[in-house]
């Protein structure tokens, strides 16, 4: 997927959706947003996060990634914010289910992979306290900066493994329950914005291969620390499902 990217200033005179995203590496949060708009087919201007440029600061309101601009709209940072965008955007194909149930359930499940505490959430500060130890994870630099932006203190970082593992079961306990009645997908027998979160979110346990996602070499090696209980909860079917969403919906190699 080839995507073009411009400076913020550029991006700042032009109208229509533009989203600042993380570059170098397959942030989930970024490749999922990414995701879904491709899925969408919707048209965008993408803007690489430069932590250092106050001119971004002042546009998105923040240095993080990503972060939706559309027309004059407020700027639009969380996952949910940004999925109900690209769903009043385009809304076929919807990511969302129409039932009431399945879409809770979507809603829910899409939490538990996004949001605060979630499985990205707690797997970040998986690699933040392992850094900090010497042990593997992020850099110890940048350990300390993404521990501190994120809440990272030795309890948080105690209980991030158990929460990780926790998650991961619970997952691939869908996706199998799923499977036995026929789907393979996480909520009802079609794609769900689900489907992309869980897929892009693996790449923080297990990138994908270096022809089709380059990245530098430690972010590859942080990205890939697994302890045993991280290892044992990794199940196979989640992985599976990745290759089936990139093999069918999704789009390589990932423009980073």
Known sequence: ?????????????MRGLRMVVVSQIPSPWSEAAKGILHVKRIPWTAVRL??????????????????AMYEDELPRSGWAEILELAERLA??????????????????????????QGLGWSRRLQLVDAGLRGRGGFLPD????IGKKYGHSPDAGAAATARVAELLMMLASRL?????????????????AVDIYSATFMALLQPLSQDVCPMDASARSAF??????????????????????YRDHLALPLSL
């Open 224 to 245: 890939e620390f697994r302890d045993p209980l991280t290892d044992a909860a990794l199940d196979e079917v989640l992985l599976a499902h990745r290759q089936m969403m």
């Open 176 to 192: 199998k329950a799923q499977h036995a009645m026929g789907s393979p997908y996480y909520v009802g027998q079609g794609l769900t």
């Open 91 to 116: 809304p076929e194909p919807s990511l969302l289910p129409a039932g009431a149930a399945d879409r809770a359930t979507a809603f829910a499940l899409a939490h538990a992979i996004c949001g605060p």
């Open 1 to 13: 997927m080839d995507i073009p990217y411009v400076s913020v200033e550029e991006a700042m005179t």
């Open 50 to 67: 430069a932590y250092d440029n106050p001119a971004l600061k002042a546009w998105a309101g923040q240095r993080s990634a990503p972060v």
């Open 142 to 145: 940048v350990a300390a900066y």
